[in-house]
């Protein structure tokens, strides 16, 4: 019987285990690599108007109804579309009620009577076009384009955290337009119901630009929206054709919390945004930072045990839904390798 030495049966063990490591490490990179199919994007609209008091959503898609020739992309339907075509005429954020607020079953579900609201009825009319929502036969994607009086720079709305083809897309837009910030807000939320607009689409994208004030258009933020546009269709376009989008990873900022102004007993507000906080949207927010300060001079401090990111500071929109900011946290998420299932329906 032939006897191995305990040296040499130790070193075996470890050669052992180091194949079996490295084979686990193999067989882990090959299922996280492993690629998704998805289907192809042929269907895009672009959304101007949901708020007629947005003037660069409003004067490009007007602009691309007369001349959409820098929108096309190959193999793709791309809609321009005044979504709010009475309140874009007395440029007002809306005639009734938020039109970014009511597709939700029970207002796209609502008998059409007299006495309807007027955006209610619109969303009706957006879901029969568009939708319906949740269907199959729903646009594959809508770019909603929208300004805030805050200082959030160009962001991307992100609405639902395991979408890996808008999360790719937001890693292409993002990387395009670098050293220039593109911050992405995750409004995923339990209990903070949007039922927006663009949620008609399977792959529904906020797209929202500032500084810019309502009913003024300002060169330098619609250009900055162009862009973000151009970028996206970009994306799609190489999607459709055939690239692969290995996994990626981006980071975002999840909305937490809902932030009101101080209220008085009649509730009325009574103090405003601090000097320090004004302006500083996806800036660190730490306990014993100023938040508020009252006419008497009296500053209101951040009171919280962790970091936080406020943004839609002081907009001038969220005063009647008596918000003052929104406080938001950093998370990573990570997409998986994606294709169309067109290339692999080709090269089956």
Not at 262 to 285: F, G, S, T
Request: glycine share 6%.
């Amino acid at each position: 019987m032939h006897c191995i030495s305990p040296k040499k049966a130790l070193l075996r063990r470890q050669t052992s285990c180091m194949l079996n490591e490295q084979f686990l490490e193999l067989l882990k990179s090959m299922t996280s690599s492993s690629v998704v199919d998805k289907p192809p994007v042929r269907r895009v609209a672009i959304f101007g108007g949901t708020h007629g008091n947005e003037l660069s959503g409003v004067f490009l898609v007007k602009h691309w109804q007369e001349n959409g020739a820098e929108i096309q992309r190959t193999g793709v339907e791309v809609k321009p579309f005044l979504t709010n075509p009475r309140a874009v005429k007395k440029c007002t954020r809306y005639i009734d009620c938020d039109l970014n607020r009511v597709f939700d079953p029970d207002n796209l579900g609502r008998t059409v009577v007299e006495d309807i609201p007027y955006e209610v009825r619109r969303a009706q009319e957006i879901n029969h076009i568009f939708g319906p929502k949740g269907s199959d036969d729903a646009y594959d994607l809508i770019f909603d384009l929208h300004n805030t009086t805050s200082n959030m720079g160009g962001t991307l709305i992100l609405e639902n955290s395991r979408d890996d083809f808008t999360i790719h897309m937001f890693h292409y837009i993002k990387n395009a337009l670098a050293p220039e910030r593109c911050p992405v807000l995750l409004i995923e939320h339990p209990g903070l119901k949007y039922a927006t607009t663009r949620s008609v689409a399977k792959h529904p994208v906020g797209v929202e630009v500032g500084p810019q004030p309502q009913g003024v258009v300002r060169a330098d933020i619609l250009d900055k929206m162009r862009k973000i546009v151009k970028h996206g269709l970009d994306f799609v376009q190489l999607f459709n054709e055939g690239k692969e989008f290995p996994p990626c990873t981006i980071e975002v900022f999840k909305i937490m919390e809902k932030v009101d102004y101080p209220r008085n007993k009649n509730d009325e507000v009574i103090a405003i945004i601090h000097p320090k906080l004004q302006d500083q949207d996806w800036q660190p927010l730490n306990n014993g930072d100023p938040l508020f300060l009252t006419l008497d001079g009296e500053v209101i401090a951040y009171k919280g045990d962790c970091t936080v990111y406020p943004t839609f500071i002081n907009e001038a929109a969220y005063y009647e839904k008596k918000q003052a900011f929104v406080k938001t946290v950093k998370v990573n998420l990570t997409a998986k390798h994606i294709r169309s299932s067109v290339l692999a329906q080709n090269t089956s």
